[in-house]
């Protein structure tokens, strides 16, 4: 099935693992038990769990019982901070080819595109986690 917001595999499991952190009732997990649960490569987590290190989204607890914890409060934290730790900065594109000039003479997607990504973005920014926890719990009851 197509979709019409495409986000890369890191992304994806960036998202998903703030999410685990935020919903779980200890808020900690270990990269081996978040691979397990998202069914993904255990290496391919681990660049993405540094990735959100860096970025100051998560933090590592070190120890026999260790794991990653969020950095922040959940509420405190926006989708568009993980997208952005993954994928960079966000910019609005006016091409969805993204080419310097329109091979069709005239742009015929641009205002569309620039407009979707704006109000994704603005999506992504004014939801927290902790509004993604809540909306998580509400679906799955």
Do not use: W
């Not at 490569?41 to 590592?60: E, N």
């Not at 019982?65 to 609005?92: C, H, W, Y």
């Amino acid at each position: 099935m197509a979709s019409f917001v495409k986000l890369s595999e890191a992304c994806t499991l960036a998202i998903h693992t703030m999410a685990f952190l935020a919903c779980d009732d200890e808020g900690k997990l270990s990269a081996r038990e978040l691979s397990v649960q998202l069914k993904a490569s255990f290496d391919h987590l681990s660049k993405v769990l540094q990735r959100l290190t860096r970025a100051d989204l998560v933090r590592p607890v070190r120890g026999p019982q260790g794991g990653f914890v969020l950095a922040r409060p959940a509420g405190d934290i926006n989708l568009l901070e993980v997208v952005e730790s993954i994928e960079g900065r966000m910019e609005p594109s006016s091409c969805p080819l993204s080419k310097p000039f329109c091979p069709t003479g005239g742009c015929t997607l641009g205002c569309v595109m620039k407009d979707v990504e704006a109000k994704l973005s603005d999506h992504y920014s004014k939801t927290s986690l902790e509004q993604l926890c809540q909306a998580i719990k509400k679906e799955n009851r």
